[in-house]
């Protein structure tokens, strides 16, 4: 194997890789919640939050497209020593909800029917113990994703297109699915993009999935990784440095791009905040310079931004979706 895979020191700095490897070479570990259950799904089309009932307006691709979303680590608290998420945790989930679904997954809301399942995630330290307990923690959660995902094939998909998103933890699940389940396989031809911020992925990760450096591509991944003005000395060298990342404001590999190209940064009070930043590609990451208020003041604190990834482009990523189906389906008229 190449790239993830050359070394056991590459397994423990890269999750991605350490955890696929884990995946070939151990057995699964029980049994994956059962999706027929509405309980584990806290968006699908029968389901949907109030907060977005109003939200969608815009309802071009919702008949013809759907979007299976994944949810960063909400399990953190040091304090708390579960390796993995309960089944029913309701505390949790409305955390999620109030947060993830509603802030990050809400940048999808108008590209297709949008899928949620709810996953027993690892907690963060599975992240810093991928040689041992982590490893599995993590193989855990990718069970119910999984899961979740190939009962939203036979259940709901019906040939439609879909878009696969994600952010932390919910792209690391979503590239170890990528893997196993669509690349190299005819499904491939069902995905119009896989948005997977907040991992370091390398460019031969995949065998036939390509990294989109083009804002109108299909059929591949994008990816990158948030920083403040410049790369910091923890995060950035371990997770980030040299690999994949598009700049989220032109959806291509332009070095550097002006303020004015930023669609909207979704606060935390609702409100979307246009033209906050330029961004910069700094091998591995998008740095944002010159950023406004609230932005400049969180970069005060922390130079990496990964809680943000999706919030500071959420117009841009919803656009670019956009952009993305037309083309997908344009070139469906064309064959």
């Known amino acids: 194997m190449t790239g993830y895979f050359n070394s056991a020191k590459t397994f423990k700095s890269s999750p991605i890789g350490f955890v696929l490897w884990s995946i070939l070479s151990f057995p699964l570990l029980g049994q994956p919640l059962d999706y027929s259950k509405d309980e584990f799904w806290l968006v699908s089309a029968e389901k949907v939050p109030e907060f977005f009932k109003q939200d969608a307006l815009d309802s071009t691709w919702i008949s013809k497209v759907d979007v299976f979303y994944v949810y960063p680590t909400f399990l953190s608290e040091k304090r708390d020593l579960r390796w993995n998420a309960p089944m029913q945790d309701e505390k949790l989930q409305k955390k999620i909800l109030n947060?993830?679904?509603?802030?990050?997954?809400?940048?999808?809301?108008?590209?297709?029917?949008l899928f949620v399942p709810y996953y027993r995630q690892a907690h963060l330290r599975a992240y810093d113990s991928l040689h041992g307990r982590g490893r599995e923690a993590l193989l855990f959660a990718y069970q119910d994703v999984a899961a979740a995902f190939e009962y939203y094939l036979d259940h709901y998909n019906q040939g439609r297109p879909f878009i696969l998103a994600g952010h932390s933890q919910g792209s690391t699940q979503l590239t170890l699915l990528l893997k196993n389940i669509i690349d190299g396989k005819s499904l491939s031809n069902q995905l119009i993009a896989a948005y997977l911020p907040g991992v370091g992925i390398e460019s031969n990760e995949f065998k036939q999935l390509e990294f989109m450096t083009l804002p109108s591509q299909f059929g591949g991944f994008v990816t990158w990784n948030t920083m403040y003005d410049k790369p910091d000395d923890v995060q950035y060298p371990l997770w980030y440095k040299d690999r994949l990342c598009i700049n989220p404001l032109s959806w291509d590999l332009s070095p550097f791009v002006n303020r004015t190209q930023h669609q909207g940064f979704l606060y935390s009070?609702?409100?979307?905040?246009?033209?906050?930043?330029?961004?910069?590609?700094?091998?591995?990451?998008v740095c944002l310079k010159k950023a406004k208020w609230p932005i400049s003041w969180v970069g005060q604190i922390y130079t990496s931004l990964h809680p943000g990834d999706v919030n500071l482009f959420w117009k841009d990523i919803g656009m670019n979706a956009k952009t993305r189906i037309s083309a997908f389906f344009l070139n469906e008229s064309q064959h």
């Open 269 to 285: 009070n609702g409100k979307l905040r246009k033209q906050c930043f330029d961004a910069e590609l700094c091998q591995g990451a």
């Open 99 to 113: 947060k993830a679904v509603k802030f990050q997954a809400s940048a999808w809301l108008e590209c297709g029917r």
